[in-house]
């Protein structure tokens, strides 16, 4: 919104991104214009449900893998890594 | 050891609507109480912290004076498992348990998804799932989107996404339009739900809203590009951004089921059985909200207080809410029998179409198996991390087999989290988990 939201700036496969603080990883990774994983048959997958039961946002997060990024708040210097 | 022990009078699990009113009914008799839930804010998702909007009047009023009355809240949090009254929980990739005297199940729903050509296309999300993301701060400037499925939501959802900034460019409602007549003429009977759909109403005056219309196929190579919908009984094809397509809500029963809670069937999906003081059939275990059958929030309300009260042993207090309950669940009914979903939508996904996306089935494989537990040991239908929460409830939708296969825990955990949990359990009682 107004010039006061708060900016919080993560990278995304290493290119830096600069999202409003509070997103979620899973909104980073769009706003990378990245997808999140790739499925067992090498399809793109990204964000379906939005709140943490399909599993489709899962990416690696600060060298973490398997992370569900919509459940996940961004923090400034993160470091994501997908595999769409 | 687990890394914390929690102790409680009254655990709460689901921190929306339900939860935090069973949390203050609770806490209004001196109990002390621990409400636990996976996301980072309180709120559920009607009550979603929103990253540029914050979070609506109601949910903050009740946060604040939950956290006047010392009521803990651990997030980040999820149940997997249980023993006795203690429940496993998930935090991060820490261990940590809960003691609790009484539990309230609040566990909320999930929305159906039902699998058509393309759904798998990233760009194609549910309809709450695109609420949701929007206030995750999913970008949505200028983005041509298309809302689709069925239920009230599709007009939450539209109302949501365009306020981000979207193009809504039409909400597709597959229930006819004397259905949606129907329902919309007996809102006189709860003005509150009628000052929300004239609400509704006036934020998307000028986007087209059809009936008897639903989604075809998601179209695109590797991002969805267009949607191809039936319109007045044509093929129309759309271009678009973002497809945000549900087909109403199921209840979250995963935890019940694991603690032995009788479960009844609306339907296909099964939802928690309880009587009139929201108690299960397991002694000191009670649920609330969505869990119990898809009510919304105002079922959620009330029943999380009535849960509150008998949870704490006030029966009088609780009392007091059931003819107010009794008004909630009525227009319950009524929003499941108006959005009906059309046998038509069954017929959606092809051979080739992708059932489990977490396994990559298709549905040609499942054909030559008998539905549910062979289906699953032969294909691994519904054996992926989200555990047959999507594809599972799509099928059972579908006219399969009603889902099955639970088995603690409840979500995947790390190796290192299950380790955690070690010597936490009772002797002789590590089947449990």
Same mark, same amino acid.
């Given at each position: 919104?107004?010039?006061?939201?708060?900016?919080?700036?993560?990278?995304?496969?290493?290119?830096?991104?600069?999202?409003?603080?509070?997103?979620?990883?899973?909104?980073?990774?769009?706003?990378?214009?990245?997808?999140?994983?790739?499925?067992?048959?090498?399809?793109?997958?990204?964000?379906?449900?939005?709140?943490?039961?399909?599993?489709?946002?899962?990416?690696?997060?600060?060298?973490?893998?398997?992370?569900?990024?919509?459940?996940?708040?961004?923090?400034?210097?993160?470091?994501?890594?997908?595999?769409? | 050891?687990?890394?914390?022990?929690?102790?409680?009078?009254?655990?709460?699990?689901?921190?929306?609507?339900?939860?935090?009113?069973?949390?203050?009914?609770?806490?209004?008799?001196?109990?002390?109480?621990?409400?636990?839930?996976?996301?980072?804010?309180?709120?559920?998702?009607?009550?979603?912290?929103?990253?540029?909007?914050?979070?609506?009047?109601?949910?903050?009023?009740?946060?604040?004076?939950?956290?006047?009355?010392?009521?803990?809240?651990?997030?980040?949090?999820?149940?997997?498992?249980?023993?006795?009254?203690?429940?496993?929980?998930?935090?991060?990739?820490?261990?940590?348990?809960?003691?609790?005297?009484?539990?309230?199940?609040?566990?909320?729903?999930?929305?159906?998804?039902?699998?058509?050509?393309?759904?798998?296309?990233?760009?194609?999300?549910?309809?709450?799932?695109?609420?949701?993301?929007?206030?995750?701060?999913?970008?949505?400037?200028?983005?041509?989107?298309?809302?689709?499925?069925?239920?009230?939501?599709?007009?939450?959802?539209?109302?949501?996404?365009?306020?981000?900034?979207?193009?809504?460019?039409?909400?597709?409602?597959?229930?006819?339009?004397?259905?949606?007549?129907?329902?919309?003429?007996?809102?006189?009977?709860?003005?509150?739900?009628?000052?929300?759909?004239?609400?509704? &109403?006036?934020?998307?005056?000028?986007?087209?809203?059809?009936?008897?219309?639903?989604?075809?196929?998601?179209?695109?190579?590797?991002?969805?590009?267009?949607?191809?919908?039936?319109?007045?009984? &044509?093929?129309?094809?759309?271009?678009?951004?973002?497809?945000?397509?549900?087909?109403?809500?199921?209840?979250?029963?995963?935890?019940?089921?694991?603690?032995?809670?009788?479960?009844?069937?609306?339907?296909?999906?099964?939802?928690?059985?309880?009587?009139?003081?929201?108690?299960?059939?397991?002694?000191?275990?009670?649920?609330?909200?969505?869990?119990?059958?898809?009510?919304?929030?105002?079922?959620?309300?009330?029943?999380?207080?009535?849960?509150?009260?008998?949870?704490?042993?006030?029966?009088?207090?609780?009392?007091?809410?059931?003819?107010?309950?009794?008004?909630?669940?009525?227009?319950?009914?009524?929003?499941?029998? &108006?959005?009906?979903?059309?046998?038509?939508?069954?017929?959606?996904?092809?051979?080739?179409?992708?059932?489990?996306?977490?396994?990559?089935?298709?549905?040609?494989?499942?054909?030559?198996?008998?539905?549910?537990?062979?289906?699953?040991?032969?294909?691994?239908?519904?054996?992926?991390?989200?555990?047959?929460?999507?594809?599972?409830?799509?099928?059972?939708?579908?006219?399969?087999?009603?889902?099955?296969?639970?088995?603690?825990?409840?979500?995947?955990?790390?190796?290192?989290?299950?380790?955690?949990?070690?010597?936490?359990?009772?002797?002789?009682?590590?089947?449990?988990?």
């Amino acid at each position: 919104m107004g010039a006061l939201t708060a900016m919080v700036r993560l990278r995304v496969d290493g290119h830096e991104v600069e999202v409003v603080a509070g997103s979620s990883v899973a909104a980073a990774i769009a706003h990378a214009g990245a997808t999140a994983r790739a499925s067992v048959s090498g399809q793109r997958r990204t964000a379906l449900c939005g709140m943490g039961v399909c599993f489709e946002c899962r990416a690696t997060v600060d060298g973490r893998a398997q992370q569900r990024t919509c459940l996940l708040p961004v923090a400034e210097g993160m470091e994501v890594r997908t595999r769409g | 050891m687990a890394e914390r022990v929690h102790g409680c009078d009254v655990a709460i699990v689901g921190a929306g609507p339900a939860g935090l009113s069973a949390a203050r009914a609770a806490a209004s008799h001196g109990a002390r109480v621990l409400v636990v839930d996976p996301q980072p804010a309180p709120g559920g998702q009607v009550w979603r912290q929103d990253v540029r909007h914050g979070a609506p009047g109601p949910a903050r009023a009740l946060r604040a004076r939950l956290a006047r009355m010392g009521v803990g809240l651990l997030l980040q949090s999820e149940v997997v498992g249980h023993s006795g009254h203690r429940l496993f929980v998930r935090r991060g990739q820490e261990a940590a348990c809960i003691d609790y005297g009484a539990l309230v199940l609040a566990t909320g729903a999930r929305e159906l998804l039902l699998p058509f050509p393309g759904w798998t296309l990233p760009g194609v999300t549910g309809a709450g799932g695109a609420q949701a993301l929007a206030k995750q701060g999913w970008p949505l400037r200028n983005r041509r989107v298309v809302v689709a499925g069925s239920g009230p939501l599709l007009l939450a959802a539209a109302a949501t996404l365009r306020r981000h900034g979207a193009q809504v460019l039409g909400i597709h409602e597959q229930a006819s339009s004397r259905a949606v007549a129907g329902f919309a003429a007996g809102l006189w009977r709860w003005p509150g739900k009628l000052a929300q759909a004239a609400r509704l &109403r006036a934020a998307l005056w000028n986007v087209p809203y059809r009936t008897g219309s639903h989604v075809l196929r998601a179209l695109g190579g590797d991002v969805l590009r267009a949607v191809e919908l039936s319109v007045d009984g &044509r093929a129309v094809t759309v271009d678009c951004d973002q497809l945000a397509c549900g087909f109403g809500l199921v209840p979250n029963i995963e935890l019940a089921h694991m603690l032995g809670c009788e479960l009844e069937f609306d339907g296909a999906h099964a939802h928690v059985r309880v009587d009139q003081w929201q108690c299960t059939s397991v002694p000191g275990v009670f649920a609330a909200g969505e869990a119990c059958g898809i009510g919304g929030v105002d079922c959620a309300l009330v029943e999380g207080g009535i849960a509150g009260h008998a949870a704490t042993g006030h029966g009088n207090a609780a009392a007091r809410l059931h003819a107010r309950r009794r008004r909630a669940r009525g227009f319950a009914a009524r929003l499941r029998t &108006r959005f009906a979903l059309d046998p038509a939508l069954h017929a959606l996904a092809g051979p080739d179409t992708i059932v489990c996306r977490c396994e990559d089935v298709p549905m040609s494989a499942l054909a030559a198996y008998a539905p549910g537990r062979e289906a699953r040991l032969m294909t691994r239908c519904g054996m992926g991390p989200c555990q047959g929460r999507i594809c599972g409830s799509a099928l059972a939708e579908l006219g399969g087999a009603a889902r099955g296969g639970f088995r603690p825990p409840i979500f995947p955990v790390p190796l290192e989290v299950l380790a955690g949990f070690g010597d936490a359990l009772p002797s002789g009682q590590s089947q449990e988990l």
